[in-house]
Each structure stands twice: as C-alpha cells, then as structure tokens.
C-alpha cells in the first residue's frame, strides 16, 4: 500500500502562493491516480485536485484557475502549487488516491490570512 508524507504548508497572506510536496512510499505510484484532498475546521474533508496516471488533471470548481497538480514519477513525489490563495483555502491539506483509498498522513496546514 501506499503512505505520504505532506509537507510545504504554512500561513499566507490572501493573494500569495504555496508549494505543497507530498512524497509516498510503500509502492511505486506510477500505475495510480493520485489526488490532493483538504479539510478546514469544522467541515468534512473534500477533494481538490486528481492527477490520472495520464497526467490529465481535474479540479474541484473553487481551485479552477488558482491550482495545479503535478507529479514526479521519479520521486514518487506529488505537489500542489497554489496561487491567489483565499482565507477559505485554509484547511490541512492530505494527499491520497482520489478514492482515499490508502491510510492517510499527517497532512500539512494551509492558513491563509485575511
């Protein structure tokens, strides 16, 4: 099975930009789709972002336009660049199979100030 280990978090003023990296281990993730997924305080977790094993990439409607999902195959590494962020962003953010399918981290806190 796969596990991951997020990273790149941190608090923002409303308008910039971050970086998240998500690295896996246990398998190569080369044969899945990998997604981005965010829970903010009080509120279920949702997807945010999919990347097929063809690197085509879909978006939940409030990110369209403000974030990108890529991946490093090489590195069994995901990442999420994010920009304009807004304070509605905030949330801890986990990398997972768009499914949730595997156990997932500790994920990494995204805190945008308003």
């Known amino acids: 099975q796969l596990q991951f280990v997020e990273s790149g978090g941190g608090l923002v003023q409303a308008g910039g930009s971050l970086r998240l990296s998500c690295a896996a281990s246990?398998?190569?993730?080369?044969?899945?789709?990998i997604g981005w997924h965010r829970q903010a305080p009080g509120k279920q977790r949702e997807w945010v972002a999919r990347l097929g094993v063809s690197n085509t990439s879909t978006y939940t409607d409030s990110v369209k336009g403000r974030f990108t999902i890529s991946r490093d195959n090489a590195k069994n590494t995901v990442y999420l660049q994010m920009e304009s962020l807004k304070p509605e962003d905030t949330a801890v953010y986990y990398c997972?199979?768009?499914?949730?399918?595997?156990?997932w981290g500790q994920g990494t806190q995204v805190t945008v100030a308003s």
């Open positions: 246990g398998t190569s993730f080369d044969y899945y789709a």
């Open positions: 997972n199979s768009p499914m949730g399918q595997w156990p």
